[in-house]
């Protein structure tokens, strides 16, 4: 089989069965048509003719939405056409000069984008701050490999606002977003979703044992705050402390463990040949891996004897 | 430097391949009703200042950066000739270990098939050391008689410790009809290769050894959903599996100071229990009706359930302990047989009854049901070293109900106002958890500027408070006075603030910042304050439309401070000695200044540019007695007695500066200098002696370097793709 045949079929194969898009048919009126667009504004159409958006609904239009073409977004534009652009009646352009809220711009694109991951946009956070679809997503030209993002990549948009969860990306201890190993999205649903901060899974454990099933148990030994929300522990987006723990060990630990033997202890160092070490007595419980030296098992344990997460 | 001949050959023999390829892709042309088209960066890079092998740890944390020959990006792309359905194949870092591949089948509105496979390295540490061998996966053998200390400290640096994550996703989208959505998403993620973790073999102050954790795991996620639209509602179910499976399930390693097994004494090796195989299911449900007056109702909920039975190991692999144990006819549980049902119902209300005005109500709750039965192990071996009395493992069950409402005000054409109030009830057993039911009260208010041409502002504030319904002491031992930071009585404040001002057209203003505080009124011990501060100011200029200038300036702090109370013994005077009361502030500070700019030199020819950053950060842990401890003998006096820890620091400096030279509108070189300073200190790791007191450690640290690199990059980006982003 020639490379061109099988590329075909690997184009064409999944689409066998798509609907052939419609036939044309007579605009509604005060529609002017794309074509009255495109005579004006050039430019704008130059970067838009590349987008999937362009694809769809300037030359593959499948209902009558769609073939309204620039006018399905921006709304009717015969008047704006036939005053030569000066009158804009009620037209949409998105644009921070425009006085349509935000409500109803969003509701431009939520009449395609109302289904699977954005059932649950409405009421959601981002629409109760009257975020607005077109301030993350950028439409009139490709800017990003997915999504029509603004500013190319999903943490530079998420961190436009949430400049202090980008930041964390910068800490010394930190999930890798800056490498481009993993996105916001990766855990949250910027468009909705029924479970706190925007999260893609139940609670913050779910979320995590996504990549870290390890984690999920259940264990014979178990801890509690492991057991209820790994955020009690750690700062997911970052922080200053290895494992991207919320504050150092020891003191993360004795923060809760106020019994009686070790934990409790507050610790102390010297200073041995100009250097800072801790007291002998403390060596194991401050240098290194503090506590974990001995519990490496803290988030639970499935050894008979693990009881104090050591096994 | 090095030399740098073998790279500039490959380079020019590859350019020139692209070169060729060019005469047919430069343009989009069409092969049999398809259009071709496609993009690459491909190049060289060269260390003018290579860190050393055992510095690269911080350097080459996620990523690789190699020397020599570089495939950073290639892109290609089918489309059909009315250009609507498309195949493309996405690649970055092209034969490393952070490798990025991913093909995409996509029709429009019809289908969509993506397969990814997204490697990601992590290298814990590049100067461990390490006696002994890994006779077989996961067990660590030393020489008989045991190294001693200056054979430890003297042992070479072992290959990094690290761990590679080998993802491949395949997600098919399919609409068989407008009103239906299909979605089958399956997620395989290999894990290889080692961690560093712990095994202790004694009691309290006695040895522990670091050792590599082998990390042989694989995991398997499935997921297929479906969704369902009518003109007035929507549907959507799907489906979840997650299973996971350990290669290792334990570790076994060699006491480096005991050779012999004695009974109730020492132990020769130690065994620790790695993950276990587990999975989990999942059944959700999403709704949404719609109503009149542009009102939604929507409602989500998921059932979920977990399973553990992977077999236990045996309790212990001290041979004395062991046979004592057999000869006494003590038998133990052969597995868990763990199992956890979840529940989740969430149901809300958005209703829009005027166009300024938008109402939400919320009510969510999920359970979690610990459904194991409670099993008891009649004897606990302590680190294979001495035999103890049994326990009962802990069944953690624990329920959370919330409710909220809120109404949004559209006062003007730009302002609007939002208030809130929020309901939250955890619920834990009084068996395992000190509290039962803690309630949270949270009214909140925001305030947002938008639309307006120069600026957009948008400020919240919110207080809440946190009660619990009383405290149920536990163990015994436990100090009484102790509240533990989840569960204590709590006042929160957070607020917000963020700014997006255009003064001018040519210049951009971000402002942010930030402000959150707890505060534990009924905690007389346990976490007493937590207070963060954020701010940052980030400014963008045009100066003239072919020069472009940014800088930032972010800064973190966090500040939590606890008291604590030394406890020692079993009498009052040893309990609840007041004067051993210790108080420690632990502050943690980050800091990021960065500067950028870029410029067309020479229009439709030469760009330049260049960025620099510093990203500070340190943490301290300071401690002090409110009193001098006076109350009990010298060295129970001495162990009361706080101290303040060194500060803790880590700076990290990159910079890049490049010119690019455009030699046709699809092709352009690109010449960089880039460089990254880090430096670090942490008095428990700087410097870290293998042997140190009782401990065997890996010994390894963050060591600091200065990297400094060229890298030539040929750019072959037809015009038609020249909107996209480097992030591709």
Redesign the interface.
């Known amino acids: 089989m020639?490379l061109?045949?099988l590329?075909?079929l690997?184009?064409?194969?999944?689409?066998l069965?798509?609907?052939r898009p419609a036939a044309a048919r007579q605009l509604p009126p005060g529609y002017a048509g794309s074509k009255e667009c495109i005579d004006c504004h050039k430019k704008d159409i130059a970067?838009f003719s590349?987008t999937?958006h362009a694809?769809?609904m300037l030359?593959?239009p499948?209902?009558d939405l769609e073939r309204r073409g620039c006018e399905a977004c921006h709304g009717p534009g015969k008047a704006h056409a036939e005053s030569g652009g000066d009158e804009r009646g009620g037209l949409i352009t998105f644009g921070?000069?425009?006085?349509a809220?935000?409500?109803v711009r969003d509701s431009v694109c939520l009449q395609c984008h109302?289904?699977?991951n954005r059932?649950?946009w409405?009421?959601s956070q981002h629409?109760?701050?009257?975020v607005?679809c077109t301030d993350c997503h950028g439409i009139m030209?490709?800017?990003?490999?997915r999504g029509n993002l603004k500013r190319?990549?999903v943490i530079e948009t998420c961190g436009?606002?949430h400049?202090?969860q980008k930041?964390a990306a910068?800490?010394?201890s930190h999930m890798?977003l800056g490498?481009?190993?993993?996105e916001c999205i990766n855990c949250h649903n910027p468009h909705g979703s029924?479970?706190p901060k925007l999260l893609k899974a139940?609670?913050v454990n779910?979320v995590c044992?996504?990549?870290h099933?390890?984690?999920?148990?259940?264990?014979?030994?178990?801890h509690?705050?492991v057991?209820?929300?790994c955020a009690?522990c750690h700062d997911p987006h970052g922080?200053?402390?290895e494992k991207m723990l919320?504050?150092?060990r020891p003191?993360l630990c004795?923060?809760?463990h106020?019994?009686?033997?070790?934990p409790?202890?507050?610790?102390?160092?010297t200073t041995v040949n100009g250097?800072?070490?801790p007291v002998?007595?403390d060596?194991?419980f401050?240098?290194?891996?503090?506590c974990?030296?001995?519990?490496?098992?803290i988030h639970g344990?499935?050894?008979?004897?693990?009881?104090?997460f050591?096994? | 430097m090095r030399n740098l001949k073998p790279q500039i050959c490959a380079t020019v023999r590859t350019a020139a391949l692209l070169a060729a390829g060019s005469l047919a892709l430069a343009r989009p042309i069409t092969?049999?009703?398809?259009t071709a088209t496609g993009a690459a960066v491909i190049g060289i890079r060269a260390f003018d200042r290579m860190p050393k092998p055992e510095e690269l740890a911080k350097f080459t944390q996620?990523?690789t950066m190699p020397d020599g020959f570089l495939a950073q990006e290639l892109y290609g792309r089918?489309?059909?000739a009315?250009?609507?359905?498309?195949?493309q194949l996405?690649g970055?870092s092209l034969g490393q270990k952070?490798q990025?591949l991913a093909l995409r089948?996509n029709?429009?509105?019809?289908?969509d098939?993506q397969i990814t496979w997204?490697r990601?390295p992590?290298v814990y540490s590049t100067n461990a050391r390490f006696l002994g061998t890994e006779s077989s996966p996961g067990v660590y053998t030393l020489p008989t008689p045991r190294p001693d200390t200056a054979t430890l400290n003297a042992s070479g640096f072992v290959a990094p410790i690290r761990q590679q994550w080998d993802p491949v996703n395949v997600a098919f989208t399919?609409t068989?009809a407008?009103a239906w959505?299909l979605?089958v998403d399956y997620t395989r993620?290999g894990k290889s290769g080692q961690r560093?973790?712990?095994?202790?073999f004694g009691g309290?102050?006695n040895n522990?050894r670091?050792i590599p954790e082998p990390i042989d795991?694989t995991?398997h996620?499935f997921r297929i959903?479906q969704?369902f639209?009518g003109a007035r509602f929507?549907l959507?179910v799907s489906y979840g599996y997650?299973?996971?499976n350990?290669a290792i399930p334990?570790v076994t390693s060699d006491n480096p100071n005991v050779t012999v097994d004695g009974l109730n004494t020492f132990s020769s090796r130690?065994?620790?229990?790695l993950?276990?195989d587990?999975r989990?299911q999942t059944f959700s449900a999403?709704g949404?009706i719609a109503l009149p007056r542009r009102t939604?109702v929507?409602g989500?909920v998921?059932y979920?359930w977990?399973t553990?039975n992977?077999p236990?190991?045996?309790?212990?692999i001290n041979s004395a302990n062991a046979d004592s144990l057999t000869r006494a006819g003590v038998t133990?549980?052969t597995s868990?047989d763990?199992?956890?049902h979840?529940s989740?119902a969430?149901f809300?209300?958005?209703s829009?009854p005027l166009?300024?005005l938008?109402i939400?109500a919320?009510y969510?709750s999920?359970d979690?049901k610990?459904l194991?039965a409670e099993?008891t192990?009649p004897v606990?071996?302590?680190?294979?070293r001495s035999i103890s009395a049994g326990?009962t493992?802990?069944?953690?069950p624990?329920n959370r109900r919330s409710a909220e409402a809120?109404a949004?005000l559209?006062l003007q054409?730009y302002v609007?106002v939002?208030g809130g109030y929020a309901w939250d009830r955890m619920h834990r057993d009084t068996a395992?958890?000190n509290v039962a039911n803690v309630s949270e009260r949270t009214p909140r208010i925001?305030v947002?500027f938008?639309?307006?041409?120069?600026a957009d502002l948008?400020v919240s504030y919110s207080h809440s408070t946190r009660r619990g319904d009383g405290y149920h002491q536990v163990?015994s031992?436990?100090?009484p006075d102790?509240r533990?930071?989840?569960e204590a009585d709590r006042n929160r404040n957070r607020m917000s603030l963020?700014a997006?001002i255009?003064p001018v057209d040519q210049v951009t203003l971000?402002l942010?910042y930030?402000f959150g505080h707890d505060t534990f009124p009924s905690s007389a011990?346990?976490?007493q304050h937590d207070k963060n501060t954020?701010y940052?100011l980030?400014v963008s200029w045009n100066p003239i439309p072919r020069v472009s200038l940014s800088g930032g300036y972010?800064h973190?702090q966090?500040d939590?401070q606890?008291r604590?109370?030394?406890?020692?013994?079993?009498t009052d005077a040893t309990?609840n000695n007041a004067t051993w009361q210790?108080v420690?502030t632990?502050l943690?500070?980050?800091t990021?200044w960065y500067a950028t700019a870029s410029a067309v030199v020479v229009p439709a020819r030469i760009e330049a540019g260049g960025t620099y950053q510093i990203?500070k950060?340190?943490?301290r842990?300071m401690?002090n007695n409110p009193v001098a401890p006076t109350g009990g003998t010298t060295s129970q006096n001495?162990?009361?007695?706080?101290?303040d820890?060194?500060l803790?620091t880590?700076e990290?400096r990159p910079f890049t500066v490049y010119v690019r030279y455009i030699l046709t509108p699809d092709w352009s070189l690109t010449a960089s200098y880039q460089g990254e300073k880090f430096t670090?200190y942490d008095?428990?790791?700087t410097?870290?002696a293998p042997a140190?007191?009782?401990?065997i450690?890996l010994g390894n640290d963050l060591l600091p370097y200065d990297a400094r690199f060229f890298t030539v990059t040929v750019n072959f980006r037809p015009s038609?793709?020249k909107?996209?982003?480097?992030?591709?």
């Open positions: 020639r061109s045949h590329t075909s690997l184009v064409f194969g999944i689409g069965v798509a609907p970067h590349e999937g694809r769809l030359q593959q499948r209902t921070k000069k425009n006085p809220p935000v409500s109302d289904k699977t059932i649950l409405a009421g629409d109760g701050r009257n607005a030209q490709p800017s990003s490999e190319g990549t436009a606002c400049a202090k930041n910068l800490k010394p890798p490498e481009k190993l993993i029924p479970n139940s609670t779910e044992f996504t990549c099933a390890e984690k999920r148990g259940p264990y014979l030994w178990q509690a705050p057991v209820e929300n009690n922080s200053n402390h919320k504050v150092s003191r004795q923060q809760c106020e019994g009686t033997g070790h409790q202890q507050p610790r102390q160092v250097r800072v070490v002998a007595s060596i194991q401050l240098l290194n891996r503090q974990s030296n001995c519990h490496f098992n344990s499935n050894h008979p004897s693990g009881q104090a050591t096994r | 092969l049999a009703a398809q996620y990523r089918l489309t059909t009315d250009s609507f359905r498309s195949v996405f970055n952070d990025r089948f029709d429009p509105g019809m289908a098939l997204d990601a992590h399919f068989p407008p959505d979605k993620i560093p973790m712990g095994m202790a309290s102050g522990a670091e795991q995991m996620d959903s969704a639209t929507q959507m997650s299973v996971f350990n334990s130690g065994r620790t229990a993950a276990p587990n989990a999403t949404s939604h929507t989500a998921s979920g977990w553990q992977a236990f190991i045996a309790p212990t133990f549980p868990l763990g199992r956890v979840t989740m969430n809300s209300v958005n829009r166009d300024r938008n939400n919320r969510r999920y979690y610990d194991t099993m192990v606990l071996v302590i680190n294979d326990a493992g802990d069944l953690l624990w809120s949004s559209r054409q609007t939002t395992v958890r925001s947002d938008t639309g307006l041409s120069f948008r163990d031992p436990e100090n102790s533990r930071f989840d963020f997006d255009m971000s942010t930030e011990f346990g976490v954020a940052g980030d972010e973190e966090n939590n606890m604590a109370r030394y406890r020692t013994g079993s309990l210790w420690a632990n943690d500070t980050s990021t990203s950060s340190s943490f842990m401690a001495t162990a009361a007695t706080a101290a820890f060194p803790a880590q990290l670090q008095f428990r790791t410097g870290l140190t007191g009782a401990q450690f038609l793709l909107h996209m982003r480097a992030a591709m």
